[in-house]
């Protein structure tokens, strides 16, 4: 299909969903997060891995997916298989997607705060030992490389609290400054 027809059928779609921005959240999640997980066999690929790693309610994400039969199917087990590869192509366009648009910047902000929740929110055994799920390292990989990401490239006073911290870049030993901005959005 061309562009024209596969924006219209995309824009369609998205346009009856009940709550665009969960269902934004979800997508975010396929397509830009779990890219960053590939290489660690962290990929989210089920409704209860995202339920999960969203902190809904079981059978949350699956709700969300079940509007968007037409581009993204959910099998008898809750794993998710996107019907269209140029979906993210339209997703991460804002000139195609407009208010459908998925911001890489705030999709990874966002998957930033949920991973730092999750790692606080460990459970810990008898003796105050943190019992560590078998996805938590991942976290922390992912984690980093948002930061990393996130951060290295932004000038101190970039529209965010003017406190600066030293990064180091791998290369070599000087530090850079960077702002932390400070309104990322919560998860709710």
């Not at 562009?3 to 779609?13: K, R, T």
């Not at 366009?93 to 999750?118: I, K, M, T, W």
């Not at 991942?138 to 965010?160: D, E, K, M």
């Amino acid at each position: 299909m061309p562009y024209a027809e596969l924006n219209s059928l995309y824009y369609h779609v998205l346009s009856n969903v009940d709550n665009i921005e969960a269902v934004k959240l979800v997508l975010g999640t396929l397509i830009v997060v779990n890219p960053m997980l590939h290489d660690f066999d962290g990929v989210m690929e089920s409704t209860h891995e995202i339920d999960n790693w969203l902190f809904w309610q079981p059978g949350e994400s699956e709700a969300c997916l079940s509007q968007l039969a037409s581009i993204i199917e959910c099998d008898a087990e809750g794993k998710i298989s996107i019907l269209h590869a140029s979906l993210s192509d339209f997703l991460l366009d804002p000139s195609r997607s407009h208010q459908f648009y998925l911001c890489r910047e705030s999709v990874l902000d966002n998957s930033a705060v949920l991973g730092l929740r999750h790692l606080r929110q460990q459970e810990h055994d008898g003796d105050g030992v943190p019992i560590l799920p078998s996805w938590e390292s991942i976290l922390r990989v992912l984690i980093c490389n948002i930061f990393y990401s996130r951060f290295w490239a932004l000038p101190v006073g970039h529209q965010g609290l003017h406190w600066s911290w030293p990064m180091l870049h791998p290369s070599t030993s000087r530090g850079t400054q960077s702002t932390i901005i400070p309104d990322s959005p919560q998860p709710q």
